[in-house]
C-alpha cells in the first residue's frame, strides 16, 4: 500500500496546472465571499468613487503580485512568502511573511467556516430543530471541511476551483435576477461618489467599508508564490493576474446593477439586505443563491487550508513522505488538526464574524497585497540578494513601487477606520 501511495504522490507531482486553471484559483480564492459585499462596496462608495476603488486596489494589487512573481523567478527554490523574504531581508522578512500571510489563512479559516454555516441555514428552510441557532449548522459543515485539508497540494485542487468559479458565476445570477424581480420599498438611490449618510462620521466610515471590501476581494499575492510553483512555466503567471483581475472588474460591475436597483443601503452580506423578499426563509432565489454560496465558501476554506496545512506539516513534520497511504493520511490529518480546531472555535465562539473579517483585513490583507512586496522589491534593487546583485532603480519601478506603496498604506488605514468605526456608529 505504502508503494502505492508513493506511485500516486509522484503522478500527482508530474502534473502542472496551466496559466488559466492558476487564474481561476486566484480569483476564486475570495471571490465566493467578496460577491456577497461587493454591492455593499459600490452602495457605500458610490457608482464611480466604488469602480475607481476597484480599479485602483486591482491594479496595485496586480503589480504587487508581479513584484512577487519577479522574485519567485530569481528564487526558483522558493515556495512561500517567508521564503521570499527570508532571501532578501533575512529572518526578519520571513518572520513578517509568515505572520501576515498564515495570519490571514488562520483567521480567514473561520469566516469560511461561519459562511458555510450560514449559508447551509439559508437552505430551503433549514434543518429541522436547529431553529435559529448558526452554531449547529457549522458543525454539521465543520467535518467536511476537515477533509478537505488532505488536498494538500493547489494541483489536486484544480476539479475544486473549477466548481467554486460556477458557484461565484451561480451567486452573480442569483443577485442580478433577486434585484430585477424584487423591490426594496425603502430604497435610497445610491451616489455618484460617497453615499447619502446624513451622519458625516458614519458616511466616511461607510465609504471606508467599500475600500476594505475591495482589498480583501481580489489578493492574488497571497497565492503568487505557491500557484507559481505548480505551474509548468511560473511566467505564465502574468496572464493568470491578468484573467483574475477582470474577473474582478466584472464582478463590481454586477454589483453597481444591484445597487441600482435596490439603493445604496443594502446588506454588507447582501441576503442580509433589509425589506427584500428575496432573502425570505424559503423563498426559491434564496435556497438558490445560499447552495451556490455553501459550495463557493467550501472550496475557499479548503484552498485557505493547503498552504496553512503544509506550513504545518514542514514545520512539524520536515521529513514527511506525503505519500497517499493510511498512514500518511493520519499523520498529516494530525498535522492540520489543531488549525481546524483554532478555526472551529473562533467561527463558534467569535461574538461578531463580520468584525473579525474586518480586523483580519485591517492587519493582514494590504500588508501581503501591497506593503510587503514594494518593501522586498525595493529592497532587492537598492541592496540585492544572494547572487542577485543591486541594480539602479529605473524611473518606471519608482513609480511602480511608490504606486503599490501608498495603495497599501491607505487601504492599511481605510481598513483599520472600518473595523473600528462599525464597533462605534450603531447600525
Known amino acids: 500500500m505504502e508503494e502505492d501511495g508513493q506511485e500516486t504522490l509522484l503522478q500527482r507531482q508530474d502534473v502542472r496546472m496551466g496559466w488559466m486553471q492558476a487564474g481561476i484559483t486566484v480569483f476564486t480564492f475570495a471571490a465566493p465571499s467578496a460577491v456577497m459585499a461587493v454591492p455593499f462596496a459600490i452602495g457605500n462608495a458610490g457608482f464611480v468613487g466604488g469602480m475607481l476603488l476597484c480599479l485602483i486596489i486591482t491594479g496595485a494589487s496586480i503589480t504587487g503580485a508581479k513584484m512577487l512573481l519577479h522574485l519567485k523567478l530569481l528564487f526558483p527554490q522558493c515556495q512561500t512568502l517567508g521564503d ?44 429541522p430543530g436547529f431553529d435559529e441557532c448558526v452554531d449547529y449548522y457549522v458543525f454539521v459543515v465543520a467535518f467536511v471541511c476537515l477533509v478537505t485539508t488532505q488536498v494538500r497540494d493547489f494541483r489536486n485542487a484544480q476539479i475544486f476551483t473549477v466548481l467554486s468559479f460556477c458557484c461565484v458565476i451561480g451567486m452573480i445570477v442569483s443577485m442580478l435576477y433577486a434585484s430585477f424581480k424584487y423591490d426594496n420599498e425603502h430604497k435610497i438611490p445610491a451616489s455618484w461618489f460617497g453615499n447619502p449618510e446624513p451622519e458625516a462620521g458614519l458616511r466616511l466610515i461607510r465609504f471606508a467599508g467599500g ?28 496572464k493568470s493576474l491578468v484573467l483574475a483581475g477582470t474577473l474582478n472588474v466584472l464582478t463590481f460591475c454586477a454589483g453597481c446593477l444591484v445597487v441600482a436597483r435596490w439603493g445604496y443601503k443594502v446588506g454588507e452580506v447582501i441576503a442580509a439586505t433589509p425589506a427584500v423578499e428575496a432573502w425570505a426563509q424559503g423563498v426559491a432565489i434564496n435556497t438558490v443563491f445560499n447552495i451556490f454560496q455553501l459550495g463557493g465558501n467550501f472550496v475557499s476554506y479548503m484552498l485557505d487550508s493547503v498552504p496553512l496545512g503544509r506550513f504545518c506539516q514542514r514545520a512539524w513534520a520536515p521529513n514527511f513522505k506525503d505519500t497517499w497511504s493510511a498512514g500518511d493520511v493520519g499523520r498529516y490529518f494530525t498535522y492540520t488538526l489543531p488549525v481546524f480546531l483554532f478555526a472551529l472555535s473562533l467561527s463558534v465562539f467569535t461574538p461578531s464574524i463580520n468584525t473579525l473579517l474586518d480586523f483580519t483585513t485591517a492587519l493582514t490583507t494590504p500588508w501581503v497585497s501591497h506593503v510587503y512586496p514594494s518593501v522586498v522589491y525595493w529592497t532587492l534593487k537598492k541592496r540585492g540578494a544572494g547572487n542577485v546583485p543591486p541594480a539602479a532603480l529605473k524611473k518606471s519601478e519608482k513609480w511602480m513601487i511608490a504606486f503599490v506603496f501608498v495603495v497599501g498604506c491607505i487601504c492599511v488605514i481605510a481598513c483599520a477606520m472600518k473595523a473600528v468605526g462599525f464597533l462605534v456608529f450603531e447600525e
Open 211 to 238: 475600500c476594505t471590501i475591495g482589498a480583501w476581494a481580489f489578493i492574488p499575492a497571497f497565492l503568487t508564490v505557491e500557484l507559481s510553483t505548480c505551474m509548468g512555466d511560473p511566467a505564465d503567471f502574468n
Open 84 to 127: 521570499l523574504g527570508l532571501q532578501v531581508l533575512g529572518k526578519p522578512g520571513q518572520i513578517w511573511g509568515n505572520i501576515i500571510q498564515l495570519g490571514n489563512f488562520c483567521l480567514f479559516m473561520p469566516c469560511a467556516l461561519r459562511f458555510c454555516g450560514l449559508a447551509l441555514k439559508g437552505v430551503g428552510n433549514g434543518i
